[in-house]
């Protein structure tokens, strides 16, 4: 079966430090993954995706990193800052029957402490 | 903010009764995603519409259904509410032909539907 799935719930990290949070997939006929941003009362917000055919995608601040030897994929964040604090979903992306099929991971909670 | 907006924000309804969300994609979007969003869970796909015909769906049973209208606006309906219905219900609109790239998909702020 299909699965995307996080390694820890909750994060906290100090303000300034860098931020990782961390991803494993099931399905191997994944070819691109994506990156979401959830601040309460909000819809996910994109952040940064990256194709299969790639291992690193880095953007400002972020940094995707993506192991498809073992179905990993990780979400960095550089120079934490108050305003990063949300929950993060990583999400992989298929071509199913003819439409592209997005499904999420549960998230990850990180709490930026000041 | 996306440019998708979604009605109503908060809705409270009983078990069996029936639902209408509504949802405005950002303009000129043909393609429209509803996801459910369960308390401290991950959107799970519903259903997407393109071009006011259903082209995919999630493991969801019929009693969820969904329209598209000419203007691309959409509309999830769920009949016979369940108390595991309650959750945020998220439309995202894309500009496509058809598929979804994640860097296209906008997500409105959700409608949070009680069933008690």
């Known amino acids: 079966g299909e699965s995307v799935g996080l390694h820890l719930p909750t994060l906290s990290v100090q303000e300034g430090d860098n931020s990782i949070i961390n991803c494993a997939y099931s399905n191997s006929a994944s070819d691109y993954f994506i990156w979401y941003k959830q601040e309460s009362g909000k819809g996910p917000q994109f952040i940064i995706d990256i194709r299969s055919n790639m291992d690193k995608r880095q953007g400002q601040r972020v940094t995707v990193l993506l192991n498809k030897t073992v179905k990993h994929l990780s979400l960095q964040i550089a120079a934490t800052q108050p305003g990063d604090s949300a929950v993060y979903f990583c999400?992989?992306?298929?071509?199913?029957?003819?439409?592209?099929?997005?499904?999420f991971g549960t998230g990850t909670k990180l709490q930026v402490i000041p | 903010e996306t440019g998708v907006t979604q009605s109503p924000t908060h809705l409270i309804k009983t078990r069996g009764q029936q639902v209408t969300l509504r949802c405005s994609s950002q303009s000129g979007h043909n393609t429209v995603s509803w996801y459910q969003q369960a308390l401290g869970q991950g959107p799970q796909f519903i259903f997407q519409y393109y071009r006011e015909e259903e082209n995919g769906r999630g493991n969801f049973p019929p009693r969820f259904s969904g329209l598209q209208f000419p203007n691309y606006s959409s509309e999830l309906n769920v009949n016979a509410l369940e108390l595991d219905d309650s959750a945020l219900y998220l439309c995202?609109?894309?500009?496509?032909?058809?598929?979804?790239?994640?860097?296209?998909?906008?997500f409105g702020p959700g409608t949070r539907l009680t069933v008690t």
């Open positions: 999400a992989e992306n298929r071509g199913t029957g003819g439409y592209q099929k997005v499904t």
């Open positions: 995202a609109s894309t500009l496509s032909g058809g598929g979804i790239s994640g860097h296209e998909q906008y």
